[in-house]
């Protein structure tokens, strides 16, 4: 069947890639490896540029690198959001007698590819762009676009869920729900080196 693949791109990373050997991932393979009876006519990805830190200096070099990766595969789009910075003031889970209950941290937040990606769902569904709609996410706040491609769509609706976790809401309303696990993610990589129109590149190194 026509099938359109939304991937919500951090909680897949953070999911089942995060400190795995699996980073340099070819989500078209991984797509066809799981869905080997849909013909997928096209795969979103929602991202965000993410910047260095001191613990991950080399983070924007090594995601840029993955992103030239994914430009490399056909009917792949990529979607950007972005990243909100700022200081909040939280309080200790285990305060100290004799100091400051309350600490500020700085917290970052993604925003953007949650409601990117159920935009373009309900966009595609609407104007009849595929038979089945295939979300990679475990997030339970796209409950309410599956629900309305379903139900007043009448389109199928699968979930591809990288978290080990179970979500119960998408589960029991998704036409088909299955967890991705590390032995799939270990034979969908991507060579390296790899060729683009600019030339050729590696998988970082640091990874």
């Avoid at 792949?76 to 100091?99: N, S």
Wanted: aromatic residues 10%.
């Amino acid at each position: 069947m026509n099938t359109f693949v939304y991937v919500d791109g951090f909680n897949l990373y953070f999911g089942c890639v995060k400190g795995t050997a699996n980073k340099w991932l070819n989500i078209r393979k991984l797509c066809e490896t799981l869905l080997p009876a849909n013909q997928i006519e096209c795969i979103k990805y929602f991202t965000a540029k993410v910047g260095a830190r001191p613990s991950n200096p080399t983070a924007p070099v090594n995601q840029e690198a993955f992103l030239r990766a994914l430009r490399t595969l056909p009917k792949f789009e990529i979607h950007f959001g972005h990243f909100l910075t700022h200081t909040v003031r939280m309080p200790l889970a285990h305060p100290v007698p004799g100091l400051p209950n309350y600490v500020e941290v700085i917290k970052t937040e993604e925003k953007g590819s949650d409601v990117n990606l159920a935009t373009q769902l309900l966009n595609d569904a609407h104007l009849g762009r595929f038979e089945v709609a295939v979300v990679v996410s475990g997030d339970s706040d796209l409950l309410g676009p599956v629900k309305i491609v379903m139900n007043e769509l009448g389109k199928r609706v699968g979930v591809l869920n990288p978290q080990q976790r179970t979500c119960r809401m998408l589960a029991n309303q998704a036409t088909f729900y299955r967890h991705i696990r590390q032995g799939v993610l270990a034979v969908c990589q991507f060579p390296s080196p790899m060729s683009d129109a600019t030339g050729t590149f590696h998988k970082p190194p640091t990874w």
